[in-house]
């Protein structure tokens, strides 16, 4: 079984704090996403990525970014946290389908829900 | 942005009773999924079917496209409680090779006993 593990479940940080948040698959996928998921919002790509040191933005990069630089580890930065980012974060993997990154099925992680005071 | 919508927004049935939730979709699509998310978790997917595929069923799951109407159902036949959950459709776009897949807001579903 695909397994993708974020590495907190629950934090707690201060505005202005610089926080990471880490994903890791077990499963040699080639793409990694970030979506961060609010009530009447639905779930929005924050960024993706379809191969080490390689990255793309989602619809809402903007205060984020994103480190790659081992193929099973995603990593998702929030430069100086500030309150509107507190939201609950999921990490996906897949594997590189014909058709590119969003054409097959997304492995999720069982996300972080991050609170920013 | 495309973006799938699911109807309706909250359905409550009982044990045994078939749930039908739709998704519509505003462009052409490759391929539209279903995930399921239990309260509080990740997104566990379901199924995928692909846009040349009118039907595909999982156990208890059967998902039908209409490409002409941009719209699918996902039916979850013999419900159980343990069925209750938020369920997404999520597009992947036709067209460009690195298209993003694009999730709709969701139905809840509660499952009574």
């Known amino acids: 079984d695909v397994k993708v593990t974020q590495s907190s479940r629950y934090l707690v940080k201060r505005t202005g704090e610089k926080v990471f948040l880490e994903c890791v698959q077990d499963?040699?996928?080639?793409?990694m996403f970030w979506y961060r998921q609010d009530p009447g919002l639905g779930l929005r790509l924050i960024y993706f990525?379809?191969?080490?040191?390689?990255?793309e933005k989602g619809d809402i990069p903007e205060g984020y970014s994103v480190s790659r630089e081992k193929k099973e580890r995603f990593s998702l930065i929030l430069e100086s946290a500030s309150t509107n980012q507190t939201s609950m974060y999921l990490c996906?993997?897949?594997?590189?389908?014909?058709?590119?990154?969003?054409?097959?099925?997304?492995?999720f992680g069982p996300g972080t829900r991050l609170l920013v005071l | 942005s495309q973006q799938g919508e699911e109807d309706p927004q909250a359905l409550s049935i009982q044990e045994g009773e078939n749930a039908t939730m739709n998704c519509s979709y505003k462009t052409s699509i490759n391929n539209l999924q279903w995930y399921r998310q239990n309260s509080g978790r990740g997104l566990v997917h379901l199924i995928l079917i692909r846009s040349n595929e009118r039907e595909k069923h999982s156990g208890r799951l059967r998902v039908t496209l209409d490409t002409s109407k941009k719209s699918s159902s996902l039916l979850i036949t013999a419900s159980r409680a343990a069925d209750t959950a938020s369920y997404f459709c999520a597009e992947g776009p036709g067209g460009t090779s690195y298209g993003k897949l694009t999730f709709g807001q969701g139905t809840i579903l509660t499952v009574h006993p």
């Open positions: 996906a993997s897949s594997v590189e389908g014909a058709g590119g990154p969003s054409q097959e099925t997304q492995y």
């Open positions: 990525s379809y191969d080490v040191k390689m990255k």
């Open positions: 499963m040699d996928h080639e793409n």
